[in-house]
């Protein structure tokens, strides 16, 4: 029997992609999503069970756990689910704000309480979670979306102290541009004349970005080496644009990091 990952948001993008990957690699995929009636490819494939989750209903994780669970261990859960929130603060409604945190952050969270129980039972596991570079720095009118990730990136390293003492292990892919569909029906997002000033110089630096994104396998190869490496270590920055900026924040530190972005944009 080959190992086992869970991943949530597996209906395109970076969760298809690596569901694909660890299948071709001999590994089981329990590949779950809000609409697997819709999927059409990954339930072909041999190995690859498909399962309902909307990451943001406590019942269908609840649900979704316990059936996995039943098909046998589980040794990794990618939690990989979520979207972009683009929009100033004050042009937000709260619904938006709700339904960000409660996908990016609260889904995470939860996803991962309701593994830990099976993981100590089973004697270790992994745990990874796709953040962002917008997890570790900051581009304007994306507040909510940074407010998430880099709660993930907190919660995880906060959280490989208690699970580290059994034998499980937390890690974030932190990556850049990825060419998906991240930037077209996975953005909610809210413009006003207010902030074109800010705005259209950063759509412009974001379609630059985007550009040069890397493609969903190369970002797929950094979880599978993230959830078999066996290391103690917590952050994959995932992508040349995401090295290249973490990189330069570390060497000139956040504040000249933070108005370096600014320049960028505002010139
Ligand atoms: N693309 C990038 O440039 C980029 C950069 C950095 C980080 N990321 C992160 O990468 C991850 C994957 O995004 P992607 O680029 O692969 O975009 P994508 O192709 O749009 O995929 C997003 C996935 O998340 C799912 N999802 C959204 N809300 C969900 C919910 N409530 N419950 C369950 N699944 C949900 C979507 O499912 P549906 O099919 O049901 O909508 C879809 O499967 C996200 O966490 C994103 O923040 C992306």
Redesign the pocket.
Known sequence: MGKTIFI?????????ATAILFQSRGWNVIA????PEKESQLDKLENVTVLR????DPSQIASAVEQSIALGKVDVVFN?????LMGALETLTDEQVVRQVN??LL?VIRVTQAFIQHFRQSGGGVFLS?????GLLTFPMHSIYHAT?FAVEGWSEGMSFELGIHNILIKTIA????S???????LDRTRTEDYRKLEDPLFALMDKM?DA?AA?LEIAKIVYEAATDGKDQIRYVAGADANAMYNRRLEIGSEESRKEIRKMILG
């Open positions: 949530t948001g597996a209906s395109a993008g970076l969760g298809k779950t999503m809000r609409n989750l909307d990451v943001t990989n689910a979520g979207y972009g996908t990016n889904g796709t953040t962002s570079m917008g990730k990556p850049g541009g990825i998906t569909e991240f930037l077209g029906r996975s985007m994104a969903p």
